[in-house]
């Protein structure tokens, strides 16, 4: 029998999902209230600060969820750049099944709050930096130097972010395709 979600994670998630499809300003606590079905009182007695409380706590469970699909998609393989293509083509499939992905849209939060909302792009820059240390852990484990595999890290996780956009507009995979395709001359020694 599957446990009972407390209020809060249901007003959580479906804060996240809403956030994850119109981003930040696109949503509002009414809306939040009427997809969670919570009493606007238990909306504010758990997120006492109210809509950014409930966006940075998101962006955490959105980052928790990404974090396992990711060591799961880089332990399949027991070769750096067939890991880390299998990767990029998980993601460009989902991209082909939904038109849409469910759990990379922290570049919708990050950029339109980054500027204004403090503790959002903190909680934004966290996610990114958690992601890039695993890919950049993945790299020194095939004998990449710590400050290579940094940067790989980094570029891997903005070519991705970078194509993530490319596939949404698009409504296909393909731009995370063509990185995946790329992947070897990046990744050479």
Not at 3 to 27: C, M, P, R, W
Not at 130 to 149: H, I, R
Not at 167 to 183: H, V
Request: aromatic fraction near 8%; glycine fraction near 6%; charge should be neutral.
């Amino acid at each position: 029998m599957k446990k009972k979600e407390s209020t809060k994670d249901v007003i959580l998630e479906s804060a996240s999902n809403l956030f994850k499809l119109q981003g930040y300003h696109g949503t509002g606590v009414s809306q939040i209230i009427e997809k969670s079905g919570a009493p606007k009182g238990s909306l504010y007695y758990h997120f006492p600060k109210g809509k950014e409380e409930i966006a940075t706590e998101a962006v955490n469970l959105m980052k928790h969820h990404v974090v396992g699909l990711v060591l799961k998609d880089l332990s399949t393989k027991d070769n750096l750049v067939e890991a880390f293509q299998y990767h990029v083509n998980r993601l460009a499939s989902l991209f082909d099944k939904n038109g849409i992905m469910d759990c990379l849209h922290m570049g919708v939060i990050a950029s339109e709050t980054a500027m204004t909302h403090e503790s959002i792009r903190i909680a934004c820059d966290a996610a990114y930096k958690d992601w890039q240390s695993l890919y950049a852990n993945k790299l020194e484990e095939f004998g990449f130097e710590s400050e290579k595999a940094k940067e790989l890290s980094i570029t891997i996780n903005a070519m991705i972010e970078g194509a993530c956009i490319l596939s949404m507009t698009s409504k296909s995979g393909y731009p995370l395709r063509c990185i995946a395709r790329q992947l070897p001359m990046l990744l050479a020694k």
